[in-house]
């Protein structure tokens, strides 16, 4: 089948007639109106000839007068890739020689370089793709444009938005020329621009038919004629939303916070890292006496803070809580929902009852007591928690006996919270309160890139002390230097694996961090004892490294002797002004070098439950691909607990809810920009926010660890790859512990998100390297070898 009608395209026919023609054919079978047309199929492709005769016929029986050509190519106006623009279209075409000549050029594009570049983002594979061509009886317009059934720009799904221009839509989809914008939220308009209200509103109604009929907000093209009449000449999917937070049927809209972020992570979760993390956050901030209900939007971690917005006594300090983990973005949208009039405080308060109250006043004397036990015996409190996470070890590994599938699950399901906790908790969180109260009392006295450079080389950080490790372990390789510079990672990884590598002291190292990773707190996600490529590369990295003054251990050692100096200083200084405040900031910050450093062992402790964990569901995977039911071990990583239950004990076959599933991780692992808070309407808090002007060749941001450093960017996706020079800006989306042995080389550090004493910026402040946080598209903004000038006293990049 050559040539079939554009009304016979169904969206079955997609690998026959593309994604345009198969939208096309359901428009016109909806009865919506769209110019007649036929469509050349893929088959015509694949055989890389022009069914000439056939194309001339159905030329004829729309009347031989102008057409459109069109490219429909198969992975085109697809759910995740719309294409827009990468492949050709000719307009106004005249003639069986001009109509074959245009179909051609709609082949040809489908290997252009921008639809070959397009495909590769996307991981597509090229040799899969066909190309078929839709011909259409052409429409003059008057007026044309775009409709958005949603509005793309702040993500709210009860607007539509649409861009109209006089004359051909071109002009509106190639940006050639200035479009009149429309904002179509229900309120009557009047007549302006070149769309009349009559227009809008039946343009309006018009999105709201395809919407419906395709079950998701649609991006369409339409034309209007020298006879008013409204013709539809595409309808494709809206690719770049982010998702709907569930519906809960409230009338009140609903706010959620990004999580994810706070353990450096934006990338989607994977279904079984998702229902552990939802149930392990929810027990921390309970165990803080918040009540958070964590949801899955878009496979990120949110916490729904609704109810804690309008309850008239947490809202007073909820934006102050934010500056700890959070960060200044995360404040500056909670403080925009606070002043929205729908976020009130409301007469029923946070949902909260009398035991939870209760629970939380026992929560807060235990709080009291376990910080001031450990500020007051810093040394002892290091000894206990240090003695926890040992026990948490031991007790983490799994008995001797577990033999079948339904064994290991009983031990997974039976997994609960540890007693240890308050050992582990409070030293951390009375490290976390030393460090952050001082900037508050020193104000007007001490500037925060002091208190940043005070906050430098502290000691019992384990990531660091993973970090140095590894660090020597590159300096021992002695022999085997070249062999790890000239080898890729993971043929590194492999053969050490296969156990055919020399001795360079991985194991060692492996086992005592190998339960770590990057997005470690994901249970779907492999540990470096499973896959070290990561932890070879940042070998390679350190390598690099051939000043011994760059060093960490020396940059580190620098690091830690400024910050007592500056301790020293500024505790001098400060008490001849201000003697009371000055000798309780003394205090604090002596306690905060003491502690503060302690943050990372509780994730570092937590890991080897989860390390136990994924073991023991890799295993049961194992056995279920055995039965049939999977068709690899891993995909148990794209179910829930409860499903997996149901394979081992009833048989399901979950085949394919893990296939589609993992299209839809796939899919969000492309996405480059997850939202800070949304509401329920699908709202991008940030995007509503009034504009902050920028310096011409500066971004801002938050100074998050002193000091100024210029040198050539580099832009990291993934750590796993990453190649560093000695002197590189380091410039990523978000940063985890897994990220740090990056740092060891680069010389500062750029991120989109983060808080002053989140992972990121503690390591950074470690070794001395500035680092300036929450700047917006940074990743995209910057380029890979831009020479730029990071200056983390003023949280300001300067690009050269």
Known sequence: ??????????????????????????????????????????????????????????????????????????????????????????????????????????????????????????????????????????????????????????????????????????????????????????????????????????????????????????????????????????????????????????????????????????????????????????????????????????????????????????????????????????????????????????????????????????????????????????????????????????????PADLRTAADRLRFVQAQDSDDSADAIMWPIVAGMLAAALPTALLKGVAGPDEIHTVLGGMPHNVTIEMDLALWRLAQGAGDHRQLLLDTPPAELAARHLRGTLPDIGMTTFLDVYGHRGVAEVDLGVPRWAEDPTPVFAAVANYLRVTDPRQGPDQRFQRAAAAAEAALAELVTRVRRRRPVRGGIAGFLLRRARALAGLREAGKFAGLYPLRETRRQLLLIGADLHGSGLLDQPEDIMFLTLDEVDAAVHQGVDLRGTVTARRAVHRRELRRRTVPVALLSDGTDVETVLPAVPAGDGTLAGVGASAGRVTGPARVVHDPGTAHIEPGDVLVAATTDPGWTPLFLTAAALVTETGAIMAHGPTVAREYGIPAVICVPDATRTISTGQLVTVDGGTGTITLH
């Open 1 to 398: 089948m050559h040539v079939i009608a554009l009304s016979e395209a169904t969206t079955q026919m997609i690998d026959l007639v593309g994604g345009k023609a198969a939208g096309l054919g359901e428009l016109i079978r909806r009865g919506e109106r769209v110019p007649e047309g036929f469509c050349v199929t893929t088959e015509a492709h694949r055989l890389g000839v022009i069914p000439t005769a056939e194309v001339v016929a159905a030329y004829e029986r729309l009347g031989a007068g102008p057409v459109a050509v069109r490219s429909s190519a198969t992975a085109e106006d697809l759910p995740d890739a719309s294409f827009a623009g990468q492949q050709d279209t000719v307009l106004n075409v005249t003639g069986t020689a001009e109509l074959i000549a245009a179909i051609e050029t709609c082949w040809d594009s489908l290997h252009s370089d921008r639809a070959t570049a397009y495909r590769d983002a996307r991981e597509i594979d090229h040799q899969a793709v066909r190309m078929a061509v839709v011909v259409q009886r052409m429409i003059t317009p008057t007026v044309a444009g775009v409709l958005f059934t949603a509005n793309p720009l702040t993500g709210r799904r009860d607007e539509m938005a649409v861009d109209a221009a006089a004359g051909l839509g071109t002009t509106v989809v190639d940006g050639a020329a200035p479009v009149d914008h429309y904002v179509l939220d229900g309120v009557p308009r009047d007549d302006t621009g070149c769309l009349t209200s009559a227009h809008l509103a039946e343009l309006r109604a018009t999105g709201e038919r395809l919407q419906a009929h395709f079950g998701s907000p649609q991006d369409v093209e339409w034309a209007i004629d020298a006879d008013d009449v409204l013709w539809l000449l595409q309808s494709r999917p809206i690719t770049n939303l982010f998702p709907l937070p569930p519906r809960t049927g409230e009338p009140l809209p609903r706010v959620y916070l990004e999580f994810g972020h706070v353990q450096g992570m934006l990338q989607p979760v994977t279904p079984m890292g998702m229902s552990t993390l939802r149930t392990q956050i929810a027990a921390m901030l309970a165990a803080l006496g918040v009540r958070v209900d964590i949801v899955d939007i878009g496979g990120r971690l949110y916490g729904d803070l609704s109810d804690l917005a309008r309850d008239r006594s947490s809202r007073k300090r909820l934006v102050k809580l934010l500056a700890v983990d959070f960060g200044p973005r995360a404040q500056a949208v909670m403080q925009h929902v606070l002043a929205d009039p729908r976020f009130a405080p409301t007469s029923g308060g946070a949902r909260r009852g009398g035991a939870q109250g209760a629970a939380s006043l026992r929560t807060a004397g235990r709080a009291v007591v376990g910080i001031l036990r450990a500020l007051a015996r810093p040394e002892a409190a290091r000894i206990r928690m240090f003695e926890a996470i040992e026990q948490m070890r031991v007790r983490s590994a799994a």
